[in-house]
Every structure is written in C-alpha cells, then in structure tokens.
C-alpha cells in the first residue's frame, strides 16, 4: 500500500509543481488513532517543493490524490499531516490477491544466501524414547520449516 502511495505522491508533486522528489522525503506513518483515516504523510519535508505552508501543500496533494487514485477514499488535513483514508474496495482487493496466494509470507532463497544448519534431536538409540525426544524433533521441524518459509537455504 505504501509503495502505491508513493508513487502517487511522486505524481502529484511531479504534476502539481513540477519536481521530483526522493523517498526519503516521503514520511509515511501509519495514522493515530484519535485521528481520521488509515495512513498520515508528513508534508514538512514537501514544503521547500512546493513553497506553500505545510497545510496547503498537504491539501494540494490530497486533492490530488482522491482524484486521481481509486484506493484513495477520502482525506483530511491536520497540521501540516496529510491523513488519507483508504477504500474499503482497496482493502478487499489486497485481502483477496493475499487469500488466493498459496504463496504468501513465503520467501525463496537466493543464490548467495547463507545455509542455516538446524540440529535435530539425536537420542541414545540404547535408551528408550521418550515425550522430550518427540518435542525436540518437532522443535527442530519446525524451525527448518520457518527458515526455510523465510528464505534461508536449510
């Protein structure tokens, strides 16, 4: 969500005043909660782009972006914080691409990644298993099953 978001900042500040600006001038926090809306930019650092007070700059991309972005649903300004309030239909669309990926949260290992050695339990064959034997085995299962979802060559 935020890297759409930034694109459609860059797009606004492009369009609206004709510059480009870095990522690192883009604050994008998640909103509090006594405030209206689902993420906040801090319109400070845009305010040397645009040469506008930060509540004017903020407004300007606001406006901006409800007309221009579908995911964008509505907006308010607050000292210079631009809060935008995401669509419900975004929010859905974004579930959905995440339910039908089989796929999700797991990362592939790259060529130059590490290999993570994870050592199972070895028990005594000459004494009798028992429930710890079982519980570390699965600890071990599972943490080769975690790294690996994470993108670590087990």
């Not at 199972?120 to 028992?130: A, D, V």
């Amino acid at each position: 969500m935020e890297n759409l978001l930034r694109m459609g900042i860059k797009e606004a500040v492009r369009s609206l005043w004709g510059a480009d600006v870095s990522d690192d001038l883009l604050q994008i926090q998640k909103t509090r909660r006594e405030f209206e809306g689902d993420l906040t930019l801090v319109a400070f650092p845009l305010t040397r782009v645009s040469r506008r007070s930060p509540e004017q700059t903020a407004g300007e991309i606001g406006e901006y972006l409800s007309g221009h972005l579908d995911a964008i649903s509505g907006y308010n300004v607050i000292k210079g914080f631009l809060n935008l309030t995401i669509a419900p239909a975004e929010w859905a669309k974004r579930l959905q691409a995440i339910a039908s990926s089989e796929e999700y949260g797991f990362t592939h290992a790259a060529e130059d990644t590490a290999t993570v050695v994870i050592e199972y339990s070895s028990p005594n064959t000459n004494k009798p298993l028992h429930m710890g034997h079982i519980r570390n085995n699965l600890l071990g299962f599972s943490l080769s099953r975690i790294s690996s979802a994470a993108g670590f060559n087990v």
